[in-house]
Structure formats: C-alpha cells, structure tokens
C-alpha cells in the first residue's frame, strides 16, 4: 500500500487500536496525494483565491464566479494522467466525465469542455498509438453527452511518450440563486445514485498517487469504464433536482469513491454519517472493502433533507436513475460502515479527511545552471527556412485534426469556433448579447527549463487570450503537473510553478479559484515528464457580437504591433524546431506591461477601431502574422525595420522571440491615427509594421530588402496539414 510505516503507525494512534482492513483502505484512499493534497496544501495557500466575483472558491468539487449580476460561471480542471496512460480511451473519456460531474455538483449546467493535452512525439509508436486513443475518448465521450469541445491546448515532446499529461476542463451556468450550497445537517439522507458499483476503479486514487509500473497492464483494474448515457441522464435529472431546490449538496463519487465523498462533507460540516454498505445498487458482488474504495464512473452522492425525499425519488425515477438510499449524516463526527449490520469502519471524519500536511524539502537539479545560462553562438540560418519549419511544428501546426473530431457546436452557442479565436466564445442564456471566453495554456518547455517564470508567462499566455477576444478576465483555475513529490529536484518544480502562478495572479489581481494537482508524473524509469503549469481562465464579454478573431478582415487594412521585442529566443520554439536546443532564460513574464497592453486592447475593442486581434506567443511574430494571414487568405507585408525592439541585432530574435505582453491588430487606415493617439495616452508602445494586400503572398521586408515571400496556399499546406498528416 503507498500508505507509508508513519501513517499506518498514525492511523492505529488516531483509532487507539488496530484497524480494520476496510479502514486502512479508506485511509489508504484519502490519505492519497490525489486525494488529501498532503505534499500541496503549504504551497497552494499562497495563490490568491479571493475576488469580489468569488462565490465559491477552493474546498468544493468546483469554483463559482458571478460574470454578471445574477449569473454564475462554474468551471474546474482535472486531470487524468496515469488512467491515459494506462488505457487511452477510457483514460480520457473518464477524465471528460469526471470534469462534467464536478460542475453538476453545483447545480450548474455544462456547456463547454476544454483540453489541454500533453503528448509523445509522434515519430513514436506508442506516444501515436495513446494519442489517437486519448482524442477518441474524448471526442466520444463528450459528443455523446451533447457537451462541445471549444477550446484547449496541445503540445507534443518525447518526454511524455510514455506518460501523456491529459487535463480536462468543464465550464457550466447557473443563475447565481439556484447555486446548490446548503449545508447538510444531522439526519439528512445519503444517496447514491448513477451507475450500480463495480470493481473498475478500486483504488484509482492510489493508483495516481504512484509512479506508474513498467508494464501497464498490471494497473488496467485501476483505470474506470466510461459510460456516457448515464452521465446524460445525472445531467437532466441534476439539473431538475437543484432547480427545483430538492437537494442540499451534491458530491461527485470520484478519486476515493465513497469514502472520500462521505468524509469530506461529513469534515467539512462538523458531521458524521452511518453507512450501510449492503444497501448500494452493485454490478457485482463486492467486499465492503471494495463497496468503500471502488471508483466506478458516472455516481453522484446526494444530501437530501428527509422531508423531501419522496419529491427527490420521484425526479429520478422520472429519468429512470438507479438510486440506493445507504445512510444518513449525523453529528457523531465519526464515520461509521456498516456491511450485513457488523461494523466494518468506525473513523474520526475530520482526521480521515484531513491528514497533516508534508512538509517537503526540495532543490534544483544541478543541470539547471546550465539549462538557464544564454545560449550563445547560435548559427545563422534562413529566416525563410525556418518560418517553414516552425508554421509544420506539431507544436504550432493547426490541430483541425483534433477538433475537428469534436461537436464544438452542439449547444449552439459557440461564437468563436477552435482555430479562429485566442479564446473560445460563449454565448449566455441572459435574453441579451452577454458571453464569456474561456482559453486553457501550458507551455512545457519553459516550466522545465525555469519552472517559476514559466509557470508565470502560462498564467500571462492565458491572460492575453482571454483580451484578444474582448473578454474581461475573471477568474483562473491550475493544474501543477510533476514528478515524484518525495523527490526534491521534483518537488522544487512543483514549488517554483505554485509561487510563479500564485506571482503572476497576484500581479494581474486575477484570483485562482480552483484547481488540481498532479504528481508522480514520470517514466516507469523514475525520470519526470516536462514539469507543466496548466491553466485555464474564464473572461466575461459584454457583447459577443463585439468579440474578435485572429483571421484578417480586409484587403488595404493596417497592421500595428502592441508591445516591445526583446532578444528573447531562450526555450522558444524556435530555438528548439530549427536549432534543436531545449535552454537558456525564458521569456521575462512582465505583469505590468500585460496590464496595460490589455487596457488598450479593450480601449480599441469598446471603440470598434480593432477588425481583429491576435495575441502574440509560440513561434514570435513572425509566426503570429503568417497565422492571421493563412486563416483569412489575405496577403500581408510587414517591414520588421518598423518593429520596435531593444537590443536585437538579428532577424532571428526579432522574428521568433516570443517577448510576453505583445498583440497584433488590424485596424483600418483612418482610424490609425485614432488608435496610435490611445497607445500614447496609456503609456504603451504600438507601431504601423504591415499592411494587408490584394497578393496572395506573405511577406517579409527588411526596409526595401525582401527576406521572406511566401504564398499563402504554400503556408497554408504547411500549417493546416502537418498534423494531420503525422497521425494519419
């Protein structure tokens, strides 16, 4: 068992006496990093969590924000790392249905998923095989729910060959009032409700909380069984109950299955529960040590005041729910299980729910002194070349090959469809043009190479994304993936990417309302995936009629560039793709130049001077506009004598640094003036740089020098069918 001699010694100290082999896997389950955040909790303390649009933050299966008066947003990332790994398919499609319940638990109605994958190189048999399995869950398991697929984030490395990081996100509504946050109380039932239980998914939790084995087969038991029909009806019969105000709290049967539903609620309320384990609807015939531990998919757990029972039975049978009615809270503050009336558990809840932290020492690696020295002597190359090479990178290729195996229309309120905005837009059910942007960012590299800056320009990455469509940020939610936290070169990753979040959000004054965390994300060698800072971020837009895309408008429009170029090219693509070297310094994040480039964006969004925005970031500028071009097929020319930069002296920096807190934008040439006035009135750096033309060529001059010309059905086939083409 991962629970280690001091734990097993602390478990029979807190019962005064031997426990049960039921309690020492209840233990076993929520003393599970996955779980109890034991190795985290010290360092997620230091996030900001608190806003005047917070209404729920940390501590339940997901957050809320109020968007607008009366409306709630309720989103959440997950991950499901180690079950991906492990089985693909079911990896991925549980992960998809596991985010969708942490919305339902707040009553709030799903209507957008994201995600943000990690995955192998390609060239790779295996790396190919989990990724084709890891988009066909997903794409299956959310198009059969009638959930689209908006928005996300892909990257491929051979670091993650073997382990795929797969995160997943779920946005949902709900009016603010028929949120479901009452407080359970002594002699409300406990309901289970969904899928009969099984022995798929024992002990999941603890199977995430290990290295993965050298043969993944061993761990096949660990990994759920999706069931996306069920999930359909706990959608439409959750909905009805919590608008309709007939339950009191709703908990997902995730990571620890019963155990750690019951026990948390049961902390967290200053309750106990009695449980009776012979009453559970069951697929099989199960131990009571299975009943406790079994992470079977698609079971919700119910708190319902006894007084409405009936009127709760009587909805779920309407959608044909199978329910079983297993306990009731009490104010014993013990959990107590009970199999064939023999007590098989008897467990203070708060110290089964709440295990003392870990304090964890850590240290960097002793390579990374070298990772972050500059890089130096880089040779000189064709600008053209590379541009061709870096528009093909998996990493920037287009990813039509994934979403476009997803439904992200179902729903019909999708604005912004994938591949056309920074952002994916949102309608809302106001009766007005009110909307909301959701994005999710990672950037592997730079959170292995400086773990704390890196972490700070995903959190920066996602800002810009949330702007560029003409969203306000709201709110964001993270996932730390890492490797082994008992390892400190690991754990130093993991504290460097919480404290360069917790930096930038502070920075930005954009609260972190939710999350995950990830751990022992590693080959079955022991050597630790790329460190990856994942977050996802919700903006609120008054008028989705007013947002904007990164495609070119019009033939004769003008383009200017927000923001300062320096010589940034360590861990670019760039410097990865052409030159094949993963280092030197990052990007230096800059917080107050996202904030004040962004107040400007917004300025010419409300005054309808921007035809379209586009956020500048993986591959530089030059990648950037080559993207607004091809996507529109309007010719552009850009002088790059006119960018304005601070110490470059190669076109290579200036083409392919990936400097934060810059944007292009299209504006038509008599509100040039109107729009270079605001720049100066704000305090922030914008040029005139391009111009779109009736050539269908993209172009790039060095004053009266042509240094790249290409035509757009030539980039197009670069960056459209790269992808496609690799996995096909």
Not at 9 to 19: D, F, G, Q, V, Y
Not at 252 to 276: H, P, W, Y
Not at 485 to 494: A, D, G, N, S, V
Request: proline residues 5%; negative net charge; glycine residues 8%.
């Amino acid at each position: 068992m991962p629970l280690s001699r001091e734990e097993i010694e602390e478990i029979k100290s807190i019962l005064s006496r031997e426990p049960t082999l039921e309690e020492l896997a209840m233990f076993e389950a929520q003393w599970s990093e996955h779980c109890s955040y034991k190795s985290s909790r010290r360092l997620l303390r230091l996030l900001p969590t608190a806003g005047r649009n917070v209404l729920i933050g940390p501590g339940r299966d997901a957050p809320a924000v109020e968007v607008f008066p009366g409306v709630a947003v309720v989103f959440k990332i997950e991950s499901h790392n180690h079950p991906s790994a492990v089985d693909p398919y079911n990896g991925a499609a549980t992960g998809i249905g596991g985010i969708v319940r942490d919305i339902l638990t707040l009553g709030a109605k799903p209507i957008a998923l994201l995600d943000m994958l990690y995955l192998g190189d390609l060239r790779d048999s295996r790396a190919k095989w989990l990724a084709k399995g890891i988009v066909k869950g997903i794409s299956d398991y959310g198009n059969r729910i009638g959930i689209p697929t908006v928005a996300g984030d892909t990257w491929f490395d051979s670091s993650f060959n073997t382990q795929p990081l797969v995160n997943v996100a779920c946005v949902g509504i709900a009016k603010t009032e028929e949120l479901v946050r009452d407080r359970p109380a002594p002699r409300d039932a406990i309901l289970v409700i969904g899928n009969p239980t099984g022995r798929d998914g024992l002990l999941g939790s603890s199977f995430a909380s290990k290295p993965l084995s050298d043969n993944p087969s061993e761990d096949i038991g660990a990994v759920q069984v999706a069931d996306p029909l069920m999930e359909k009806i706990l959608i439409d019969s959750i909905l009805e109950l919590a608008r309709k105000k007939l339950v009191k709290f709703v908990k997902d049967l995730g990571g620890g299955g019963l155990t750690t539903a019951v026990a948390e609620v049961a902390a967290d309320f200053d309750l106990g529960a009695e449980l009776r384990l012979d009453r559970l609807h069951l697929r099989t015939e199960l131990t009571p040590l299975e009943i406790l531990v079994s992470e079977s998919q698609e079971r919700m757990m119910l708190v319902v005041d006894k007084e409405k029972l009936a009127d709760v039975v009587a909805v779920l049978e309407k959608y044909d729910v199978p329910r079983s009615l297993i306990g009731f809270f009490d104010g014993s503050g013990r959990i107590k299980a009970y199999y064939e009336n023999k007590l098989v558990a008897d467990i203070p809840a708060k110290e089964l729910a709440k295990p003392r932290d870990i304090w964890r020492l850590s240290r960097p690696p002793v390579e990374l002194v070298k990772l972050l020295n500059p890089v130096s002597d880089i040779p000189v190359v064709s600008v053209a070349e590379a541009l061709d090479s870096l528009l093909s990178s998996p990493n920037i290729a287009s990813k039509k090959w994934i979403y476009e195996q997803y439904d992200h229309e179902v729903g019909i309120r999708t604005i912004l469809k994938p591949g056309f905005g920074d952002a994916a837009v949102l309608r809302l059910d106001t009766g007005d043009r009110r909307g909301i942007a959701v994005k999710g960012d990672a950037n592997p590299r730079y959170t292995a190479i400086d773990p704390f800056n890196g972490a700070a320009n995903s959190v920066a990455e996602c800002y810009r994304n949330l702007v560029a469509v003409g969203s306000t940020p709201v709110a964001f939610v993270d996932e730390p993936n890492a490797g082994n936290p008992e390892k400190l070169e690991h754990f130093w990753y993991f504290e460097m990417m919480v404290k360069g979040i917790a930096w930038m959000t502070n920075e930005l004054g954009i609260p972190v309302v939710g999350g995950k965390v990830s751990f022992y994300n590693e080959d079955y060698r022991g050597r630790q995936v790329k460190p990856t800072a994942t977050i996802v971020g919700v903006g609120a837009i008054e008028d989705v009629g007013r947002v904007k895309s990164i495609d070119l408008k019009h033939e004769g429009s003008t383009i200017l560039v927000v923001g300062t170029t320096y010589p940034e090219l360590g861990g670019t693509e760039y410097l990865a793709r052409v030159h094949g070297i993963e280092a030197g310094g990052v990007p230096t994040p800059r917080p107050s130049s996202e904030l004040r480039n962004a107040s400007y964006i917004a300025k010419l969004i409300d005054d309808e001077i921007a035809l379209s925005v586009h956020d500048i970031g993986l591959g530089g500028l030059a990648v950037a506009i080559a993207e607004m071009a091809v996507l529109s097929d309007i010719g552009v020319e850009i002088d790059i004598e006119k960018i304005p930069h601070r110490g470059c002296s190669r076109l290579d920096e200036i083409l392919f640094s990936e400097t934060q807190a810059r944007y292009f934008i299209e504006v038509k040439p008599e509100r040039v003036e109107k729009a270079l006035e605001l720049a100066s009135a704000l305090g922030t750096t914008a040029a005139v740089v391009a111009k779109t033309t009736g050539r269908k060529f993209y172009t790039v001059k060095l004053g009266s020098i042509t240094v790249i010309e290409k035509h757009l059905d030539y980039l197009r086939e670069l960056h459209e069918e790269s992808l496609r083409k690799t996995m096909v």
